[in-house]
């Protein structure tokens, strides 16, 4: 059984659309992840969640929006989409001994 | 100033050697360390975890942390071409920071 599971594995888009990433993870972690990867391969956190509560915002401009409707879920919508979000977005779910485990990642394109 | 510094590589050994990589971090508050190993086009992938300075050994890896150097590493022993990937240095305060990542190349 995968871990921490992504849909889409590839998202190509124009700009200015609306799109959802989701995530799932089977491993009971507490703690769930957004990361982006860039172009020159810099992976830097976006959000994490801990029992349905924002822990982490990291400076991510407001049309980024995390929702986890439950423990194992935590979806990125994306709004207005821009050239600069074209990056890999990876998802991670953490233990209490914050080892994170990523998700396959989803590439997004925007055109 | 970056928080978490890796040498980028290419970093080249031979098959069966010891690859060494390294990492510094400027936050001197942070108490966790990780070291991802991230093939192409893959995700980043948890090899160790440490916490106390000193040696962490599992299997063919050593990871090594001096707090008061600011300095972790991992080493690899009897590297093998599966080896070959980018590893990512992490270190954790409040949130967790990550390196820029070695690419690491194990020649047959």
């Known amino acids: 059984d995968t871990a921490v599971s992504q849909t889409p594995k590839y998202l190509v888009t124009q700009m200015g659309n609306d799109k959802s990433i989701k995530c799932e993870q089977n491993l009971g972690h507490d703690t769930m992840y957004w990361y982006k990867q860039d172009s020159k391969k810099f992976l830097k956190i976006m959000f994490s969640?801990?029992?349905?509560?924002?822990?982490i915002n990291e400076t991510v401009p407001n049309r980024f929006s995390p929702k986890s409707p439950d423990k194992a879920h935590l979806n990125l919508h994306i709004n207005s989409l821009e050239l600069g979000d074209s990056a890999v977005y990876f998802c991670a779910s953490g233990d209490s001994s914050y080892e994170q485990y990523f998700g396959p990642g989803t590439r997004l394109t925007v055109t | 100033q970056k928080e978490v510094e890796q040498n980028s590589g290419p970093l080249s050994v031979p098959e069966g050697a010891i690859a060494s990589l390294n990492c510094t971090y400027s936050d001197r508050v942070s108490q966790s360390f990780f070291w991802y190993r991230q093939y192409s086009g893959k995700s980043p992938e948890l090899i160790m975890s440490i916490y106390s300075n000193g040696d962490k050994e599992d299997g063919r890896f050593t990871a090594q942390l001096n707090k008061a150097s600011q300095y972790v590493s991992l080493l690899i022993r009897d590297s093998q071409p599966s080896d070959s990937a980018t590893y990512l240095c992490a270190a954790l305060n409040n949130d967790m920071r990550f390196g820029a990542g070695t690419r690491l190349t194990v020649k047959p």
């Open positions: 969640y801990n029992n349905k509560e924002l822990i």
